[in-house]
């Protein structure tokens, strides 16, 4: 069974320039997650979708950030513009339904962001 | 924000060892789950733990939980160099998951 994909895997960008991330999930997973991971730290939940339903959003920055998951496949995030703090692992996960409580979350292998 | 909180932050062993980890939190909870981090595979869930179980076994794991003292405990065995990474816990109390800043562990042949 193929995994979750995220890419690109690393990103350098300058200050307040934009930047994107992609993930797909693993096949026949309702639910997505984008989380943040910065050095040293746990990783923060940034969005939920469900289907292509945003399920929780409320730690997403949404001056700056914004997640899309319009074919409740595929999710993009975006950060425009980017500040030096949003320089950490940006890691997407999928489960399989609704993303109750016990159900077990798939990672990807993460996007890893460094803004100069 | 980030509700549990691992202890130690690091810990350094010899294989065959046994480590153990230990996680507090602050709010009541549906679960409790352990993951690992390494830089080869990313996440990877190890354990569930629900809040009416007090134990679970998975292999060379195991897992305790106390809800009336907020913590739960996580108990490699016989530990191996690849399990050298880190470690979190990550409580439920709803849909979202709340995970700790980790324990790095180093298992040193």
């Known amino acids: 069974e193929a995994g979750v994909a995220q890419s690109p895997r690393y990103k350098i960008i300058e200050k307040r320039q934009s930047v994107a991330f992609w993930c797909n999930p693993i096949?026949?997973?309702?639910?997505l997650y984008w989380y943040q991971q910065i050095l040293g730290q746990g990783p923060k939940l940034l969005i939920q979708f469900q289907n292509n339903g945003v399920v929780d959003d409320s730690q997403l920055p949404k001056d700056r950030f914004s997640a899309e998951r319009l074919k409740g496949v595929d999710s993009t995030l975006k950060i425009q513009p980017a500040k030096l703090e949003d320089s950490a692992v940006y890691l997407c996960a999928s489960s399989f339904t609704s993303g109750g409580s016990q159900e077990t979350q798939y990672f990807g292998p993460g996007t890893r962001l460094l803004v100069l | 924000s980030q509700q549990g909180e691992e202890d130690p932050q690091a810990l350094s062993i010899q294989e065959g060892e046994n480590a153990t980890m230990n996680c507090s939190y602050k709010?009541?909870?549906?679960?409790l789950q352990w993951y690992r981090q390494n830089s080869g595979r990313g996440l990877v869930h190890l354990i569930l733990?629900?809040?009416?179980?007090r134990e679970k076994h998975s292999g060379r794991l195991r897992v305790t939980l106390d809800t009336s003292k907020k913590s739960s405990s996580l108990l490699i065995t016989a530990s191996r160099a690849a399990d050298t990474a880190s470690y979190f816990c990550a409580t439920n109390s709803g849909y979202a998951l709340n995970f700790g800043k980790g324990t790095s562990l180093l298992v040193t042949p």
């Open positions: 709010t009541s909870i549906n679960n």
């Open positions: 733990i629900r809040s009416n179980e």
């Open positions: 096949s026949g997973h309702a639910t």
